[in-house]
């Protein structure tokens, strides 16, 4: 069979339709209104797609150039502009009362020598309470009582220790004493208007397709992070800080979803990994970046620039082909296969051909099964749905707890020490080795397996900080290490999660069901930032211990989890499989007997 023009798809895709009617096929496993279901998770659309894939070549040129060339720039651009905003908003360890212009009491130099209390940051003296060896002397010597005795708040401001910080949004309107907690509040803020961003982003996203989704957020995270730069105050801050935030979720769950949408289960893995290892490169530059750029309003800036070279990606990102499928763009997957084989130097072939109409065909017999005008897939399948609504929950609370485990890790990082910059770069670095931890357990141990001792570990070298003294000097090393040994394995979790996500869903709702699950965990995240404010300042080790126990407890939530290792992304609801509850020891090691099975010496054997 000669290959199909792309003008003569449509018609092709008429004939096979007219087919369906005349002759109603007796496959049930394909059509999209009844409950029945397929007993092999790799029958089915998603397996055929993967097959026509590999006739193409499953990671040739053409998927490598996506890959690298256009997505994960998108990703180190993500991370690069997600970075900044701990140093905007940090506060500086050394901070006083001002001293009046018109007195000559230099209380700066008084105060810049030494680390205060914070009692003696906030409260100052009464003027007439001073007593000055030289009237005339720019220097203070203060009597133990009197600087014992602070009986009121600063009264002018506060001056700041910039030896560290030149300027952050606590510097410029004094976000310090009675409003200490503000600087946290936009954390907090920003994060759970990016949640309300991840639902909105799935929805367009499966909707109106990844592409188009991604550049419209784009644009509005980079107005967004230029007009952020110019806030004239603080709630101005928080309104466009917000409207950044909004952008971010969509921007990088598009992206994501769109690589897992392009390759075969063999290659989602490596993809997930390299998403984990552009993001922490993006992530220690941009750490670089705060390090050279001390001024808040400019590293903003400086940060939001990598975001407008990504607008000339356009014309070389694809659409995904899964997408277009769902919603029965037939010429524009064939589109995109002919130019995979064309790239890859693969001939699209009378094989090629017949795998595609097959898919086509089946694809069309399903819709002409039910009444599409009665049921179309939505949001509310997530609950609605048997096998879905059990899958949804568990996701949802697990991704929930990685959140609080992963973001509460991250806020902590600065507030370990003296040298935040050093703390964040090795926190950001340290993303390195996860990634390869991910790379070598997901495929050979399977994602329910790899979860579990990322959770174990990670939670016990968070314990492990409680046996050190929390405030004391001598204990910040051991600690830092633990710390770092604890954010591997969070960064892990938070990669193997995301993948289960991605390939829990059917690709009519992915996009809705990933942001259901970092929208919810979005919102929850915000209590690892409230655990490190109320403890930082009196422990190092009280958040690390709230840590560990949430990864404790979320070990057992594996219990419910499927296991997606080399299975087929499902494309329809009726993909999904059944939920089942782990019921044996064997079966959770089932995926690293199957690997070894699989492998030469056993063959050989």
């Known amino acids: ?97 001002r001293s009046p212009t018109d007195y000559p009491l230099n209380l700066s130099v008084l105060n810049a020598s030494s680390t205060l209390s914070p009692i003696q940051q906030c409260h100052e003296l009464s003027l007439s309470s001073w007593s000055l060896n030289n009237s005339n002397s720019t220097t203070a010597t203060l009597s133990t009582s009197e600087i014992s ?69 784009l644009a509005l ?70 390090y050279a750029v001390r001024n808040w309003r400019m590293l903003i800036v400086a940060s939001t620039l990598p975001l407008v070279g990504l607008v000339g990606l356009f014309p070389l990102m694809p659409e995904s082909p899964r997408f277009n499928l769902s919603k029965r763009r037939f010429g524009k997957v064939t589109h995109f296969f002919r130019r995979a084989a ?42 609605t749905n048997k096998n879905l609504r059990w899958r949804t929950c568990v996701l949802i609370t ?30 950001n670095l340290v993303d390195l080795p996860a990634s390869l931890l991910t790379q070598l357990g997901a495929d050979r141990l399977g994602r329910r397996l790899m979860l579990t001792v990322n959770f174990i570990f990670g939670g016990l070298f968070c314990l492990a900080s409680v046996f050190f003294p929390p405030t004391a000097d001598s204990s910040y090393y051991p600690v830092l290490v633990l710390f770092l040994f604890a954010r591997m394995f969070a960064v892990s979790s938070y990669t193997v999660e995301e993948l289960v996500s991605c390939e829990s869903f059917p690709t009519v709702l992915r996009g809705e069901g990933i942001s259901l699950t970092n929208g919810v965990s979005g919102v929850v995240s915000n209590l690892g930032p409230m655990i490190v404010y109320l403890s930082v300042g009196t422990q190092w080790t009280s958040p690390m211990a709230w840590f560990g126990g949430i990864t404790i407890l979320g070990s057992g939530l594996v219990l419910f989890l499927p296991e997606t290792v080399d299975l087929p992304l499902p494309e329809t609801i009726e993909d999904v499989q059944p939920f089942a509850m782990l019921r044996s020891f064997d079966e959770f090691l089932a995926p690293v007997r199957r690997r070894r099975e699989r492998s030469p010496e056993t063959s050989a054997n």
Not at 252 to 275: A, C, W
Not at 356 to 374: G, I, P
Request: hydrophobic share 40%.
């Open 221 to 290: 995270q980079i107005a967004a992070g230029g007009a952020a730069a110019l806030a004239p105050s603080y709630a101005w801050f928080v309104v466009l800080a917000s409207l950044h935030s909004l952008s971010v979720y969509p921007s990088y769950q598009t992206i994501y979803t769109l690589g897992m949408e392009i390759l075969s289960p063999k290659h989602r893995t490596m993809f997930s990994v390299l998403v984990g290892v552009f993001y922490a490169l993006g992530s220690v530059a941009s750490c670089g970046l705060a």
């Open 1 to 97: 069979m000669p290959s199909i023009p792309d003008n003569a798809v449509d018609t092709t895709t008429d004939a096979l339709l007219f087919h369906a009617k005349a002759e109603p096929s007796d496959d049930k496993n394909v059509h999209m209104g009844t409950s029945t279901q397929s007993t092999d998770p790799c029958s089915g659309v998603g397996a055929q797609f993967d097959q026509l894939l590999e006739s193409v070549e499953q990671f040739g040129r053409y998927q490598q150039f996506v890959v690298y060339a256009v997505l994960l720039p998108a990703i180190f651009a993500y991370s690069f502009a997600q970075g900044f905003l701990l140093f905007v908003i940090a506060t500086p360890d050394n901070f006083w009362c």
């Open 398 to 427: 697990l991704s929930a707890l990685v959140a609080i485990y992963y973001g509460g890790l991250g806020f902590l990082a600065p507030k370990l020490g003296n040298n935040p910059h050093l703390n964040v770069f090795l926190t």
């Open 149 to 217: 005795n602070y009986p009121r708040r600063c009264q002018h401001g506060w001056d700041f220790d910039q030896s560290v910080y030149t300027s952050t949004i606590v510097t410029e309107w004094n976000l310090v004493c009675d409003s200490d907690f503000l600087p946290t509040l936009v954390y907090i803020v920003t994060t759970l208007v990016g949640t309300v961003g991840a639902p909105i982003g799935g929805y367009l996203s499966d909707r109106y397709g990844r592409k188009r989704t991604y550049f419209g957020f």
């Open 342 to 383: 064309k790239w890859n130097g693969r001939n699209f072939d009378k094989d090629c051909n017949d795998k595609l109409l097959q898919l086509f065909a089946d694809l069309s017999t399903a819709d002409h099964k039910v009444d599409n005008r009665s049921h179309q897939p939505s949001f509310r399948d997530l609950f």
